[in-house]
């Protein structure tokens, strides 16, 4: 199966440890970290702990490496929507960094059989072991996201393969989702209709 790579990475720009680095990739902090779904993650629940702040980026105590075989898929949902504008992945040492990354926007509860699917967007990535090289994203895109899937594929070589950290960069706003009540009266009961003296109003609440 073949697939066109949209590539676009600023190589040639140095992040450093500044309070507005911090604060554009604070995204993290907008994850429903309590519903991120990690597939193939050797240790359950690791997946979660490399979305971290910024400045934990380099911290290597907590990550996750991938299980049977190199790939890794993450569902990660969102307190509200989201404006994506750049990812930063921090993988392993050369064999076992992640060599393409799948974007795929508001599909929550993907597994591998769905990677099928056409992605949103597909990057080729470099080996980045010190966070400095950022993926952007399409913004029109991924504009309104509420749910953002990352499959990783394969990896430079390795059986398995190691993330670190894994930084989004954007915009957040909250989301507005009211259920919608309807609500059914019966101005003229016909007493033939019913078997009981008291008549009740129909609620269904629309999810």
Same mark, same amino acid.
């Given at each position: 199966?073949?697939?066109?790579?949209?590539?676009?990475?600023? &190589?040639?720009?140095?992040?450093?440890?500044?309070?507005?680095?911090?604060?554009?990739?604070?995204?993290?902090?907008?994850?429903?970290?309590?519903?991120?779904?990690?597939? !193939?993650?050797c240790d359950e629940g690791s997946g979660k702990l490399i979305?971290?702040?910024?400045?934990?980026?380099? !911290?290597?105590?907590?990550?996750?490496?991938?299980?049977?075989?190199?790939?890794?898929?993450?569902?990660?949902?969102?307190?509200?929507?989201?404006?994506?504008?750049?990812? #930063?992945?921090? &993988?392993?040492?050369?064999?076992?960094?992640?060599?393409?990354?799948?974007?795929?926007?508001?599909?929550?509860?993907?597994?591998?059989?769905?990677?099928?699917?056409?992605?949103?967007?597909?990057?080729?990535?470099?080996?980045?072991?010190?966070?400095?090289?950022?993926?952007?994203?399409?913004?029109?895109?991924?504009?309104?996201?509420?749910?953002?899937?990352?499959?990783?594929?394969?990896?430079? &070589?390795?059986?398995?393969?190691?993330?670190?950290? #894994? &930084?989004?960069?954007?915009?957040f706003s909250q989301a507005h989702r009211h259920g919608v009540? #309807?609500?059914?009266?019966?101005?003229?009961?016909?007493?033939?209709?019913?078997?009981?003296?008291?008549?009740?109003?129909?609620?269904?609440?629309?999810?």
């Open positions: 199966m073949s697939h066109s790579h949209g590539h676009s990475c600023d &190589g040639d720009h140095d992040h450093d440890d500044t309070p507005e680095m911090g604060i554009q990739y604070s995204l993290y902090s907008k994850i429903d970290l309590d519903n991120v779904e990690c597939l !193939n993650e979305f971290k702040p910024w400045e934990e980026r380099l !911290n290597q105590e907590k990550f996750v490496e991938s299980d049977v075989d190199e790939e890794l898929l993450f569902n990660i949902p969102f307190t509200g929507n989201i404006k994506l504008k750049g990812i #930063i992945v921090v &993988g392993g040492d050369s064999g076992s960094h992640p060599s393409k990354m799948r974007l795929y926007k508001n599909r929550p509860h993907m597994t591998f059989d769905n990677t099928g699917l056409k992605p949103e967007q597909e990057f080729e990535l470099q080996v980045d072991e010190n966070g400095v090289l950022e993926y952007a994203p399409a913004v029109v895109k991924f504009s309104s996201v509420y749910h953002l899937t990352l499959h990783f594929p394969s990896n430079f &070589g390795s059986e398995t393969t190691k993330l670190f950290y #894994i &930084g989004l960069r954007g915009e009540t #309807i609500c059914s009266y019966e101005s003229r009961p016909n007493i033939a209709d019913h078997k009981v003296d008291s008549f009740n109003k129909v609620t269904e609440h629309i999810q």
